[in-house]
């Protein structure tokens, strides 16, 4: 695990990172088996007028059966700097930073040969 995250989990939606407590109140998306929490509005926004937004659940539910790891619940950081994920068992809680999440939906984007071109121009005007 990187450094930056001191492995305070404090409740189900905030947790301690690099000395900064982080509360991810914005209910992205919701289904029977996965919920995905956002930091904030503007990462609730990316992720719902992004290219491909549909991706974003489907990815997160692949990986879940194909990595075995049994989480419900996505908290998603609103960080563009670092590529980062942390996995928490006993919470059944995925963390990880938007820039981790654009990423991964490229990789999705690049392995199913669809073009990536759009969300690459959303991710530079509209992101960064």
Not at 37 to 51: A, F
Not at 86 to 92: E, P, Q, V
Not at 105 to 110: A, D, E, Q, T
Request: some cysteine.
């Amino acid at each position: 695990m990187p450094a930056l995250f001191n492995r305070l989990f404090l409740r189900k939606r905030e947790i301690l990172i690099d000395n900064r407590l982080i509360s991810f109140q914005i209910l992205g998306q919701k289904s029977k088996k996965l919920e995905i929490w956002c930091e904030n509005e503007r990462v609730k926004e990316i992720l719902t007028k992004m290219p491909y937004s549909h991706f974003v659940v489907e990815t997160f539910q692949a990986y879940k059966q194909e990595s075995g790891l049994n989480y419900r619940y996505i908290l998603i950081a609103d960080n563009m700097k670092e590529s980062d994920n942390w996995y928490y068992r006993k919470g059944r809680t995925w963390i990880v930073t938007l820039k981790f999440v654009l990423e991964l939906i490229l990789g999705v984007l690049s392995l199913q040969k669809i073009d990536a071109e759009p969300l690459e121009r959303f991710i530079i005007h509209e992101v960064a």
